[in-house]
T-cell receptor, first 113, second 113 residues
Framework: GNSVTQMEGPVTLSEEAFLTINCTYTATGYPSLFWYVQYPGEGLQLLLK?????DKGSNKGFEATYRKETTSFHLEKGSVQVSDSAVYFCALWVSGSARQLTFGSGTQLTVLP | EAGVVQSPRYKIIEKKQPVAFWCNPI?????LYWYLQNLGQGPELLIRYENEEAVDDSQLPKDRFSAERLKGVDSTLKIQPAELGDSAVYLC???????????FGEGSWLTVV
């Protein structure tokens, strides 16, 4: 089946620090990969996505590269801000019979001023 | 353009009472999803509609949960009777069609006491 494994949180960083949140996946088929962000009290927002190997998704200073050889889609940001404090979810979608997003368990990020 | 709209945002009910959540997807989106998000976990699909047809409801607990999307636009998710373990966030999402980017609403936060 399909599954997503994220690094466990919580992650606490100082402002302007470098961020990496690890995400690996297993999939039956060729998935599209996503990062969603959930700010406190809000629903999920799509942060970035990549649909094929070696694609790099980017948005708001965040980046993630689809690595088929390591089945990974790690989220990175060079300099985090307090406003980036949120829960980050890695997810995959495989066309075919499943046809649903499969999410990781989420990683809580807190950025301190 | 309006996003996915859900109501109510917050609901507190006593166990054994019924509760209903409403969702209006993004205009023109044919595919509608209901996800369940337990505290500290990623969302899990309950049911997926393509237009008015429920095409994947395998994870919907049918003894107490029901859903409908009568005219292929807005949708209602009902729980009757609610149990303590149903306390969670119920997320509605939509996409233009299966395989396109999925957009989430802010969620309906249910507390059963």
């Amino acid at each position: 089946g399909n599954s997503v494994t994220q690094m466990e949180g919580p992650v606490t960083l100082s402002e302007e620090a470098f961020l990496t949140i690890n995400c690996t996946y297993t999939a039956t088929g060729y998935p599209s990969l996503f990062w969603y962000v959930q700010y406190p009290g809000e629903g999920l927002q799509l942060l970035l996505k990549a649909t094929k190997a070696d694609d790099k998704g980017s948005n708001k200073g965040f980046e993630a590269t689809y690595r088929k050889e390591t089945t990974s889609f790690h989220l990175e940001k060079g300099s985090v801000q307090v406003s980036d404090s949120a829960v980050y979810f890695c997810a995959l979608w495989v066309s075919g019979s499943a046809r649903q997003l499969t999410f990781g368990s989420g990683t809580q990020l807190t950025v301190l001023p | 353009e309006a996003g996915v709209v859900q109501s109510p945002r917050y609901k507190i009910i006593e166990k054994k009472q019924p509760v209903a959540f409403w969702c209006n997807p993004i205009s023109g989106h044919n595919t509608l999803y209901w996800y369940l998000q337990n505290l500290g976990q990623g969302p899990e699909l309950l049911i997926r509609y393509e237009n008015e047809e429920a095409v994947d409801d395998s994870q919907l607990p049918k003894d107490r949960f029901s859903a409908e999307r009568l005219k292929g636009v807005d949708s209602t998710l009902k729980i009757q009777p609610a149990e303590l373990g149903d306390s969670a966030v119920y997320l509605c999402a939509s996409s233009f069609k299966v395989g396109n980017t999925i957009y989430f609403g802010e969620g309906s936060w249910l507390t059963v006491v």
